[in-house]
């Protein structure tokens, strides 16, 4: 069983588009998985121009690796790292914690991650 951040099991990030790194809804990671794209981020225009600016173009669709293209409001398994940095440059974007791999602790402290958690009742 593979935890999220909370200790509790990974639950899946998204379907439509279907993401994960073995595209299967779910932010698994492994040991082919270099950028541990393991945080269920809600993406935003924001977000997602910042991305292409270092980068990272999230907006283009790439059939060959079975990536639709991303708009605002749509769920992706980010990488940890660029999640972390559009965070320290004013740009992060809402996760939700129940979808997010334990591994991302290994980048990002779980009290930050708390601050950006779509599903937290207060």
């Not at 932010?27 to 121009?49: I, N, P, W, Y």
């Not at 740009?91 to 950006?116: F, N, Q, W």
Request: glycine share 10%; hydrophobic share 40%.
């Amino acid at each position: 069983m593979e935890l999220n951040v909370l200790g509790g099991e990974l639950e899946s990030c998204c379907n439509d588009p279907l993401t994960g790194f073995y595209r299967d809804g779910f932010c698994r990671t492994g040991d082919f998985d270099q950028g541990s794209h393991t945080v269920c981020a809600k993406v935003t225009d924001e977000f997602l121009a910042f991305s292409l600016k270092a980068g990272n173009d999230l907006i283009t669709p790439r059939e060959v690796y079975l990536f639709p293209g991303l708009k605002n409001g749509d769920k992706w398994c980010v990488c940890a790292s660029r999640w972390l940095d559009a965070v320290n440059a004013g740009y992060g974007c809402p996760i939700v914690l129940s979808s997010t791999h334990a591994r991302a602790l290994d980048k990002i402290p779980l009290e930050l991650l708390m601050e950006y958690a779509l599903d937290l009742v207060d």
